[in-house]
């Protein structure tokens, strides 16, 4: 059975090659192959007279349509023997040689390309020729042609060719595709001219098609009235506009009274008050009165304009006529749910004026002021989030984040509506939802219930899980880019209990890439604004355990993704404390695909070096280069790290200064976020019983702005007493003190008054007690002016400085604060003896021990020149050098 089953297989393979062959080879005859062979020696030019000659159709619409192309290198030869042909062609061809042509020349009229009058005629005289063609397709492209073409046509060509002829035709003689055409003109023109010709010329004209017997024209006619009523002025429009609006406005005909009604609100804002009080009011309770009685032809348009109509009338309107309006826009939101009082039985329009409803609450919310709103339309924003077409939900949740935005001071009454809208089945609710998530959270979590709390985080992890368990992978991305907002919004440990765990299960086992990266991102924010030593510790080791040293290679990329994106979130310090090292032992991975990934990240690892702090790692990561270098085996990996070397060698050749000095810049305030989390923690922990993570007594609070970089801003909300005469908050005082003068350096020396003032301001702001507030003040104030974060080491002339050291003791003994006496007078003697400093940086000891010597050696009076050469810590903040010692 098999045997004969193989063999039964090759014989019908053969039997489908013999049938393929005939196939391909009747594809083309030989004639019909001689008849598309054009021969090569001819010119474009050339080329396409020959094929618009005698050429088959699809040649001739190939040369049509490359007719810009031929125009912009050869045009005096395109418009001698080209155009000529195609005007021949377009005559008796068919509608896609028609389209062809329609889309070239709006091409040549709108690309500037012609440079002569002749040719622009040559042009608009085929398009207005063929406006009027008896297929009504073709005749719809000629005519968009034109009125596309119309802003970029001189405004003497559109009068001499388009308007002129338009104006001489007796309209009521022409056909009714004819006028129908002149009415678009004419809107589209009206903005080519000055009031006083749109008024003496175009305006009996458009009056005069106002009144045709055609319904449909009368319609087209009122619809181009916008574009004439603006052209035309105010006054203009208070005398002649509005009445013949008002006029079409109760026409017999739905469709004219529908665009007549759209016009007129359109056109509100260039109607003065007294004509809305007496014009416009009356109109629209006529309207709002026919829609309650059913009236299709008004529904839709009015539900849609509702909400600008609402805002253009808001200040002519009575408190009757307000709770009219009111009535009729929560009439509107039911449109189609109530079976005894149905506006309308079409079920498509009714799910469509509910949607309308939705997309105008924001100015319905304005209209009516928030304590109205509460009263009146709170239960119909209930009903349309909650309502049974996924549609008009949708709509609801896209415009949610305004309207809470507009109620901010009642937005706790909005909390069920967005627990429904976050918890809701259909995918596309969520969608419209995650664009806005967070202004709408950031506007709901500022005053939310703690009873309502924990609801809303499980309706965010709910939501995740729904669209993590479908197949629209978009959606994850979107969501958890919208999540990483929660880092400012919520309590660190809320946090870390209930999104941080999902987020890394979600990095460590979804298989989407894009939603992987996104998932790293989020996480590293997360970890960014924790403010818990222990638990950013447990994050990192997560990260490195599970994917840095996981078993998998695909966990080990997934680390170098996440190191991608940290370093650009975090700090330089930071990332080379906790990822670096991790990172470069990947040279030694078995996969090869990871040490590719690991090569074309080299040059980001580099570039978060600083010398000479980071020589060391420096090092590490030369070892990491010449190992791939000299025992890598792999072509790929071979061929990508001789690629890094070469940008690594120009890595700091090729990037302007300014912009290394920008990176240097922002990388020093990321620097000191992270250092001012510390302080947030040490202070949370001396804070005792108080409960540091309440969201409403936050000390500090970090704050996002409009422009998406996110920093950090103290805000003042308990007081911490340090006690003076207490040996803890003195020595902690120290090391802040000393952690500070480490954090950041200047480029630029300040002037010595500068200098003066800001000690001056620093003594004073601490006084005979520093508080943590006042070191934190004068920290950064004295690093404002900051750049970079590499501290310089600078030797100087020692027998200078002990003369200056003397002076400096002598009058520091009658200063009852030893350490402010200290920062006060080292500073100004440093001041005073820096034009004598060589310009030389060592590696100088910076502890403490060193500088207690240097004052014992200056108090036995040694004056010897010799005992000089000892180290000296020096170290230069914000333009000045502070000198520390450790003696009374």
């Known amino acids: 059975m098999n045997g004969n089953s193989v063999m039964f297989g090759l014989e019908e393979l053969q039997d489908l090659v013999f049938i393929e062959r005939p196939i391909r080879r009747s594809l083309k005859t030989a004639e019909e192959i001689d008849q598309l062979t054009v021969d090569e020696d001819l010119n474009d030019i050339e080329r396409a007279v020959y094929l618009l000659s005698v050429g088959q159709e699809v040649q001739r619409v190939s040369v049509i349509t490359n007719l810009p192309s031929l125009v912009r290198h050869n045009p005096a030869e395109t418009f001698r023997r080209v155009v000529p042909k195609v005007r021949d062609v377009l005559n008796g061809s068919g509608s896609e040689i028609h389209l062809s042509a329609a889309a070239s020349f709006l091409t040549i009229l709108q690309d500037d390309i012609i440079l002569i009058h002749t040719h622009t005629y040559c042009i608009l005289k085929t398009v207005l020729m063929h406006l009027n063609h008896r297929d009504t397709v073709v005749g719809g492209a000629w005519l968009e042609t034109l009125l596309s073409a119309v802003s970029s046509l001189p405004k003497e060509t559109i009068k001499q060719e388009v308007l002129n002829p338009l104006l001489l035709q007796p309209q009521a003689s022409l056909s009714l595709h004819s006028r129908l055409t002149n009415c678009r003109i004419l809107g589209k023109v009206a903005s080519k001219f000055d009031s006083h010709t749109v008024k003496m010329e175009l305006l009996p004209v458009a009056q005069s098609l106002c009144q045709d017997v055609e319904a449909e024209v009368r319609v087209c006619m009122c619809a181009q009235l916008e574009s004439i009523a603006r052209a035309t002025g105010v006054d203009e429009t208070k005398t002649h506009v509005l009445p013949e609006l008002t006029e079409l406005a109760a026409d017999e005909d739905g469709s004219v009274r529908l665009v007549a009604f759209d016009t007129i609100i359109n056109l509100i804002d260039m109607i003065d008050t007294d004509d809305r009080l007496h014009v416009v009011v009356p109109l629209v309770m006529a309207v709002c009165e026919a829609s309650s009685q059913g009236d299709d032809t008004v529904l839709t348009s009015l539900s849609f304009q509702f909400g600008k109509l609402c805002s253009g009338l808001a200040g002519s309107l009575s408190d009757e006529q307000k709770f009219s309006m009111l009535q009729t826009f929560k009439v509107l939101c039911v449109a189609g749910l109530q079976t005894d009082r149905n506006l309308t039985n079409d079920v498509n329009e009714s799910k469509l004026i509910r949607c309308n409803c939705c997309y105008n609450l924001p100015a319905m919310v304005l209209f009516c002021e928030s304590a109205p709103f509460l009263s009146e339309l709170y239960t119909t924003f209930s009903t349309l989030c909650c309502d049974p077409e996924f549609s008009v939900r949708q709509s609801a949740a896209a415009n949610f984040h305004q309207v809470v935005k507009l109620l901010r001071s009642n937005v706790h009454l909005f909390h069920k509506e967005l627990v429904v809208l976050l918890q809701d089945d259909v995918l596309e609710v969520l969608d419209a939802l995650m664009t806005h998530l967070e202004e709408t959270l950031e506007a709901v979590l500022s005053r939310e219930d703690n009873n309502k709390f924990s609801e809303l985080l499980s309706a965010l992890l709910a939501a995740e899980h729904k669209v993590g368990g479908s197949l629209r992978w978009r959606l994850h991305e979107k969501l958890l880019q919208r999540y990483s907002c929660l880092a400012r919004l919520l309590p660190g440990e809320v946090l870390h209990q209930n999104f941080s765990a999902r987020i890394f299960i979600i990095l460590t086992s979804n298989k989407?890439?894009?939603?992987?990266?996104?998932?790293?991102?989020?996480?590293?924010?997360?970890?960014?604004?924790?403010?818990?030593?222990?638990?950013?510790?447990?994050?990192?080791?997560?990260?490195?355990?599970?994917?840095?040293?996981?078993?998998?290679?695909?966990?080990?990329?997934?680390?170098?993704?996440?190191?991608?994106?940290?370093?650009?979130?975090?700090?330089?310090?930071?990332?080379?404390?906790?990822?670096?090292?991790?990172?470069?032992?990947?040279?030694?991975?078995?996969?090869?695909?990871?040490?590719?990934?690991?090569?074309?990240?080299?040059?980001?690892?580099?570039?978060?070096?600083?010398?000479?702090?980071?020589?060391?790692?420096?090092?590490?990561?030369?070892?990491?280069?010449?190992?791939?270098?000299?025992?890598?085996?792999?072509?790929?990996?071979?061929?990508?790290?001789?690629?890094?070397?070469?940008?690594?060698?120009?890595?700091?050749?090729?990037?302007?200064?300014?912009?290394?000095?920008?990176?240097?810049?922002?990388?020093?305030?990321?620097?000191?976020?992270?250092?001012?989390?510390?302080?947030?923690?040490?202070?949370?922990?001396?804070?005792?019983?108080?409960?540091?993570?309440?969201?409403?007594?936050?000390?500090?609070?970090?704050?996002?702005?409009?422009?998406?970089?996110?920093?950090?801003?103290?805000?003042?909300?308990?007081?911490?007493?340090?006690?003076?005469?207490?040996?803890?908050?003195?020595?902690?005082?120290?090391?802040?003190?000393?952690?500070?003068?480490?954090?950041?350096?200047?480029?630029?020396?300040?002037?010595?008054?500068?200098?003066?003032?800001?000690?001056?301001?620093?003594?004073?702001?601490?006084?005979?007690?520093?508080?943590?507030?006042?070191?934190?003040?004068?920290?950064?104030?004295?690093?404002?002016?900051?750049?970079?974060?590499?501290?310089?080491?600078?030797?100087?002339?020692?027998?200078?400085?002990?003369?200056?050291?003397?002076?400096?003791?002598?009058?520091?003994?009658?200063?009852?604060?030893?350490?402010?006496?200290?920062?006060?007078?080292?500073?100004?003697?440093?001041?005073?003896?820096?034009?004598?400093?060589?310009?030389?940086?060592?590696?100088?000891?910076?502890?403490?021990?060193?500088?207690?010597?240097?004052?014992?050696?200056?108090?036995?009076?040694?004056?010897?020149?010799?005992?000089?050469?000892?180290?000296?810590?020096?170290?230069?903040?914000?333009?000045?050098?502070?000198?520390?010692?450790?003696?009374?």
């Open 512 to 888: 989407v890439l894009p939603v992987q990266k996104e998932a790293a991102r989020t996480f590293c924010t997360f970890l960014r604004y924790n403010r818990k030593q222990e638990q950013r510790q447990e994050m990192i080791h997560r990260l490195i355990k599970d994917l840095a040293q996981g078993r998998s290679y695909w966990s080990r990329l997934r680390f170098l993704d996440v190191c991608e994106t940290a370093t650009e979130i975090f700090s330089k310090k930071f990332f080379n404390k906790h990822f670096l090292v991790p990172a470069l032992e990947l040279v030694h991975d078995p996969v090869a695909n990871v040490r590719y990934k690991l090569c074309q990240l080299l040059p980001r690892l580099r570039s978060s070096l600083r010398l000479p702090t980071d020589r060391q790692l420096l090092q590490q990561l030369d070892f990491c280069v010449q190992k791939l270098l000299c025992r890598e085996k792999d072509k790929d990996v071979v061929a990508t790290i001789r690629k890094t070397v070469l940008e690594l060698d120009k890595l700091d050749l090729t990037e302007p200064c300014h912009r290394r000095q920008e990176k240097d810049f922002l990388d020093e305030k990321k620097e000191k976020e992270e250092l001012l989390l510390l302080e947030m923690e040490q202070l949370e922990h001396q804070s005792g019983g108080r409960n540091p993570e309440k969201h409403a007594e936050r000390k500090y609070v970090c704050l996002t702005g409009k422009d998406g970089k996110t920093r950090l801003s103290a805000v003042k909300s308990t007081s911490v007493s340090v006690s003076s005469s207490g040996a803890g908050n003195e020595m902690r005082k120290a090391k802040l003190t000393r952690s500070r003068s480490l954090s950041s350096q200047s480029t630029s020396k300040p002037t010595n008054a500068e200098r003066a003032m800001k000690i001056k301001e620093f003594s004073s702001s601490s006084g005979s007690v520093l508080n943590d507030d006042s070191l934190r003040t004068a920290h950064f104030t004295l690093t404002s002016q900051s750049t970079t974060s590499m501290p310089f080491l600078i030797c100087s002339n020692t027998s200078s400085l002990l003369e200056n050291r003397t002076s400096s003791k002598d009058h520091g003994s009658c200063k009852t604060d030893r350490r402010t006496n200290v920062l006060d007078h080292r500073t100004g003697l440093v001041d005073h003896r820096t034009s004598t400093l060589d310009h030389r940086t060592t590696a100088l000891d910076y502890r403490t021990r060193t500088l207690d010597q240097r004052s014992r050696t200056m108090e036995r009076g040694c004056g010897v020149k010799d005992s000089q050469s000892r180290k000296l810590s020096v170290h230069r903040k914000s333009k000045s050098f502070c000198v520390q010692s450790g003696q009374e």
